[in-house]
């Protein structure tokens, strides 16, 4: 019996101690994140709080929440790509004000800039040809085309990406007055019409938005223009002439080189500083003014017939856009002030006509894919031979008189 009670003594005793020690472990747990405790032979680890491991900041959450969105959307277009392919029109359904500045909190620039560091990146030699089959084959480029077709040659993405083509694969036609300046695929074409644009069919964007404010006319070889004339009339030198445009989409797999698509003078460049969102036909059908939005470089001067103008606009990993004969242009840059640009002209003392440019010349490249967008007058019988949707190859006529 005496064993017995001490027995049961010494089990109150325990409980007691181990109740006050969970009491005040609990206090110091109610203060403090718990963490987690290692032992590994004679030395102790320690964990991170929990609280401190899992915390969300701002920025993670506009990304995780911007790239899912940005996701949801690549799978819609994808729904309207199959839609068309079977000739059923869609319909356009613009995205709101929200959506837009969604789509803006992806850090696009910065993932384009990590993007074009990536590309510069030397491949083993092993490597190369796994790589570029493996992009051969997702976006259908054709090798043959190339001017060199062994893969084991190109020493990086970058390399692969400009590569160059055969002579005889893109054969300048003579004929026609205006030449497609790339690859690509036809979003839109035709006249202006009241100061707008159409980037696809039944979505428009601001003709003074997209080009800025007119150049003086110090710098281009035009008459000035009456000032109580819209920003579209002001283009046009000629009596009796007209404002057309065309735009021309290039995809990941296609030729990634531009060239001037007529004979003209560059006398001016402007730089616009801006988003890097994708530019593929359906977020061009699903945000207004999506090339006002993104990074452009906008190439302005004249031709036999007046105003002609040459846009590059940027895109998600199409942060560098190369000129060739401006070496002062930086594009994708880490900062800069929103609805800014930078201008610079062609015209000196030295240099007082500008960069002449011929047909078929090489004129600039992109880093992956994007869009060029062509805004120029001509007279009244100017005619394209396009059609929307078609392909295009770098060479072939567009329209001509």
Known sequence: MAAAA???????????????????????????????TFFSDRKKFHTAPVGQVFRLRPFHV???????????RKYEDYKLEQLEKRGIEVPVKLASEWEV??????PTRLLSRAWGR?????LPTWLRKPVYSLYIWTFGVNMKEAAVEDLHHYRNLSEF?????????RPVCGVHSVISPSDGKILNFGQVKNCEVEQVKGVTYSLESFLGPRISTDEMHFSQAPPGNTFQQQLVTKEGN???????YLAPGDYHCFHSPTDWTVSHRRHFPGSLMSVNPGVARWIKE??????RVVLTGDWKHGFFSLTAVGATNVGSIRIYFDQDLHTNSPSYSKGSYNDFSFISNNNKEGIPMRKGEHL??????????????APKDFRFNLKAGQKIHFGEALGSL
Do not use: D, M
């Open 101 to 106: 500045a969604l789509y803006k909190s992806v």
């Open 161 to 169: 990406f400009r590569r160059k083509l055969k002579p005889q694969a």
């Open 290 to 295: 999506l090339f006002c939005h993104n990074e």
């Open 6 to 36: 001490a027995r049961s003594s010494l089990l109150c005793s325990c409980n007691l101690l181990v109740h006050k020690n969970l009491c005040v472990r609990a206090g110091v747990l109610w203060k403090q994140p718990p963490s987690r």
């Open 242 to 248: 007209e404002l057309y445009h065309c735009v021309i």
């Open 62 to 72: 506009l990304v995780a929440t911007g790239g899912g969105y940005a996701g949801y």
């Open 364 to 377: 600039g490249e992109f880093n992956l894919g994007s869009t060029i967008v062509l805004i120029f007058e």
């Open 118 to 122: 990536l590309n510069q990146v030397e």
